[in-house]
């Protein structure tokens, strides 16, 4: 039997982590992926002795967002059954989000896509120097919709108007000056550069830290109305059925430019 997609496992001390595990792919998400994390932390949640939990990525990467050749079947699905895609991979960024327990992303390799969005929801952020970033969406002819209003509130609406537009890839240390990472270390450092940040949260009393996220979040304006999370999930989606998507799609698959970039 294949191992989970995603790992859970808590500790003496109430810190539970969260891996995902699906390294040969770089950590790319699907709908296993997905329910893997909504799964995890809806257990935890109902864990009353889970303090904080610390999310991180097997193998080489973090995570290197969607996986196209998964999101190129979903875009052949029914508009029924790709809505249903947005509407659960927008609930599980939203879920980690709005979780009431302190959340700290350890970031190496490549976190693109789905992956920012999976650190721009965690509380804290460490990454190491050699870690590389990109909003790549748009290059697809895809967008980052359901992640924007948490992109918006870690880098601010001016870098996410660069970043997810030009789909650039970004250094740790740029990172770090976006607001997107809270802290560097070297390679191979990610647990030491974690223990005195999970320490002093352990020292917080947890009601108090429950409340000052909450309150944190909705001063932010990240409780979203159905309304507002209805508009993000039906944009993400039809995106992902449009002759553009399938075009970005084709291109990833075949190597090449796709066809909106200028000949010459």
């Known amino acids: 039997m294949s191992e989970p997609v995603v ?36 257990r935890l949640a109902a864990d009353p002795d889970v303090r904080v939990v610390v999310l991180r990525g097997n193998g080489a990467h973090f995570q290197a967002g969607a996986d196209l050749k998964w999101i190129d079947q979903v875009r052949r699905s029914t508009p ?39 650190i721009s929801a965690c509380d804290v952020v460490i990454a190491e120097r050699t870690a590389q970033f990109a909003i790549s969406e748009a290059r697809w002819g895809l967008h980052a919709s359901i992640i924007i209003p948490q ?31 809270h802290e560097l270390c070297e390679p191979g450092a990610l647990d030491e550069a974690a223990a005195p940040v999970l320490d002093a949260l352990l020292h917080s009393e947890p009601g108090a830290l429950a409340i000052t996220k909450r309150h ?29 998507a399938r075009e970005g799609l084709a291109s990833f698959a075949e190597k090449r430019k796709p066809a909106w970039y200028p000949p010459g």
């Open 151 to 181: 992109l918006n509130a870690a880098m601010g609406v001016r870098q996410v108007r660069r970043y997810a537009l030009s789909c650039e890839r970004f250094g740790a240390e740029r990172a770090q000056q976006l607001g997107l990472v």
């Open 216 to 244: 944190a979040l909705r001063d932010a304006g990240l409780y979203l109305s159905d309304q507002e999370m209805d508009e993000l999930v039906e944009a993400h989606a039809t995106a992902r059925q449009t002759d553009q």
């Open 7 to 42: 790992l859970c496992e808590v500790d003496s001390r109430g810190v539970a982590t969260v891996t995902l595990n699906r390294p040969q792919l770089n950590n790319a998400y699907n709908a296993d992926v997905i329910d893997g994390l909504v799964e995890a932390f809806t």
């Open 80 to 118: 029924e059954e790709n809505l249903a895609v947005s509407r659960r991979t927008a609930g599980a960024v939203q879920g980690l989000n709005l979780f009431e327990r302190p959340t700290v992303a350890l970031v190496h390799g490549g976190c693109f896509g789905g992956g920012i969005g999976i």
